[in-house]
Structure formats: structure tokens, C-alpha cells
T-cell receptor, first 112, second 113 residues
Framework: DVKVTQSSRYLVKRTGEKVFLECVQD?????MFWYRQDPGLGLRLIYF???????EKGDIPEGYSVSREKKERFSLILESASTNQTSMYLC???????????FGPGTRLLVL | AQSVTQPDIHITVSEGASLELRCNYS??????LFWYVQSPGQGLQLLLK??????LVQGIKGFEAEFKRSQSSFNLRKPSVHWSDAAEYFC???????????FGAGTTVTVRA
């Protein structure tokens, strides 16, 4: 079975802090994704990566950056956290193309 | 651009009753279609998917979905709901030439005893 793990289930940060969310997948998948989930809005794509060191903006990239130095690891960075970034963050991976995406358990981030 | 609409924000159903969740998509070509389920505090789990072939797709946990091209729909059904089916359900659409999936806003299912 594909396993996608996220470094934290819950995080509490202060406004202005730099925040790192990490995601690791163990199935040699090419593609990795970061979403945020907010009530009534479903999942919105922040960034995705289709190869090591490659990244593309999703629908809501503002205020975020990403890093993919190794195939199995995809990090989401909030350069200066703001209260409107309080949300559930979900990482996913897929083998290729628009194939099935496998999700991690999510990180619930609260920015005070 | 592709989009996904789940018209029902919240559905309440009695245990043992049937369930149908609606999903409509907007996309020019034949899409890849998915249903995911999210239990409280958890990530998303794939229930079933349609890529091609038989338009009636069977999934896990007794769910099935039917792709109807003429209606641009991919509705999810279960004949008899169990209390453990209480969760949020997401429909998603993708395409062979793209990496991304577009998700609907989700439908929350409450199961009453």
C-alpha cells in the first residue's frame, strides 16, 4: 500500500513565523501535491511537483513556496505565516499524470 | 477549465437506508473521475475511480458510481448505509494530459440511528 506521511498532525504558530510542513511518500511516485482544505471550499491546490526540483503553481500559491530536493519528499513553506493561512493542509502523491492521488493524514495549522 | 459541482452540502440519512451523492463536472473531453471519502480528522481515501470502459464502477465499502456522459455526472450510491459511513465525500475530475485533479466542495453525510 502507498503510504504518505506528514510531519505533524497539529501545529500552532505565531504570525510572521516561517513554517515548514513536510511530506514523505514511500512508493516512488513522480508527482506530489500540496492542498489546503477549508470548510465549504473543498480542496484547493497550492503547488505541485512532477519531478525532483520541478514545481508548478496551483490555484492559490500566494504566500507559499515549496521544495523538492528528493523524489520522496515534498515540503511546503510558509515564509511569513498569517492568520488567513490557518487551515488543514493535505499532501498527496500520484504515480503519473492524472492517476489516483494518495493522501496523507493532513496537518491542521493554527496561526495566532 | 474543468470544474466539479457537488450540489448537496449536507445529507442526513437513516442507517440502513440508501444513499446517493451527486456530482456534475464540466470538461470537454472524457475525464478521469474519482470519489474520495474523508473521515473526521483524517486524510482522503479513494472509494472508486472511472477511467474508461464499463460506466458502472464498483468501489470499496459497498459503494458504486455511474458515469453518465450525457448528463456530465458521476453519482455515488450505496444501497444500505452504515453508521460508519458518516463522513465527508469528495468528487474529483482529472484528465490524461494533466497532472492535476479538480475537487468538488464536498458533501457531508450524517447517519442517524
Amino acid at each position: 500500500d502507498v503510504k504518505v506521511t506528514q510531519s505533524s498532525r497539529y501545529l500552532v504558530k505565531r504570525t510572521g513565523e516561517k513554517v515548514f510542513l513536510e511530506c514523505v511518500q514511500d512508493m516512488d511516485h513522480e508527482n506530489m501535491f500540496w492542498y489546503r482544505q477549508d470548510p465549504g471550499l473543498g480542496l484547493r491546490l497550492i503547488y505541485f511537483s512532477y519531478d525532483v526540483k520541478m514545481k508548478e503553481k496551483g490555484d492559490i500559491p500566494e504566500g507559499y513556496s515549496v521544495s523538492r530536493e528528493k523524489k520522496e519528499r515534498f515540503s511546503l513553506i510558509l515564509e511569513s505565516a498569517s492568520t488567513n493561512q490557518t487551515s488543514m493542509y493535505l499532501c498527496a502523491s500520484s504515480l503519473q499524470g492524472a492517476e489516483t492521488q494518495y493522501f496523507g493524514p493532513g496537518t491542521r495549522l493554527l496561526v495566532l | 477549465a474543468q470544474s466539479v459541482t457537488q450540489p448537496d452540502i449536507h445529507i442526513t440519512v437513516s442507517e440502513g437506508a440508501s444513499l446517493e451523492l451527486r456530482c456534475n463536472y464540466s470538461y470537454g473531453a472524457t475525464p478521469y473521475l474519482f470519489w474520495y471519502v474523508q473521515s473526521p480528522g483524517q486524510g482522503l481515501q479513494l472509494l472508486l475511480k472511472y477511467f474508461s470502459g464499463d460506466t458502472l464502477v464498483q468501489g470499496i465499502k459497498g459503494f458504486e458510481a455511474e458515469f453518465k456522459r450525457s448528463q456530465s455526472s458521476f453519482n455515488l450510491r450505496k444501497p444500505s448505509v452504515h453508521w460508519s459511513d458518516a463522513a465527508e465525500y469528495f468528487c474529483a475530475v482529472g484528465h490524461t494530459n494533466d497532472y492535476k485533479l479538480s475537487f468538488g466542495a464536498g458533501t457531508t453525510v450524517t447517519v442517524r440511528a
